[in-house]
């Protein structure tokens, strides 16, 4: 029981891992880039030269899910569809990532908030760990390049 009230505070309560309300209208957007795009992918290669900072943290403090949240974006497929999202994650095990979803996809129907995800190290195209003991967020890479283009 401890478990899933857990889960489902961390979902009420992971707004910075989740996609943004657009121009207050409560609605939610994507944000289309070309693909390709410079920019982004040399975000997704700071996020990997700094995973293991990522993993350190996951290793220690991974278990107290009271004061760390740790999220990853990752690229989900169907049918040639790509939507980079966010899943929160709960341990790190000889190169995988396990987790639950917890963002709104948009065109991709196989996956919903809530469901189980493993994700690749290699697949990690950013990453984000918060302190609510220090109020700090690490990682988030992409967040900044990703709400310019929003506007």
């Known amino acids: ?29 994507s944000v289309g880039l070309p693909k390709g795009d410079s920019t982004f992918l040399a975000l997704k290669d700071t996020a990997q030269a700094h995973l ?13 899910t009271a004061n760390y949240r740790f999220g990853i974006k990752s690229d989900f497929v169907e049918k ?20 639950i979803f917890i963002d709104s996809a948009f ?25 609510k003991i220090t109020g700090k967020t690490m990682g988030y890479y992409s967040e900044m390049y990703l709400e310019e283009k929003r506007k």
């Open 1 to 29: 029981m401890k478990i899933y009230f857990s889960f489902l505070l961390l979902l009420i309560c992971t707004p910075a891992f989740c996609q943004i309300n657009t121009s207050g209208s409560g609605n939610y957007g």
């Open 52 to 64: 293991q900072t990522f993993i350190d943290s996951l290793n220690i403090h991974g278990p107290d």
């Open 80 to 99: 040639g569809t790509h939507e980079h999202m966010w899943s929160l994650i709960l341990s790190y095990n000889k190169g995988k990532f396990k987790g």
């Open 107 to 131: 065109d991709i129907k196989y996956i919903k908030t809530g469901d189980k995800v493993s994700i690749n190290r290699v697949g990690v195209e950013d990453w984000s760990f918060y302190n």
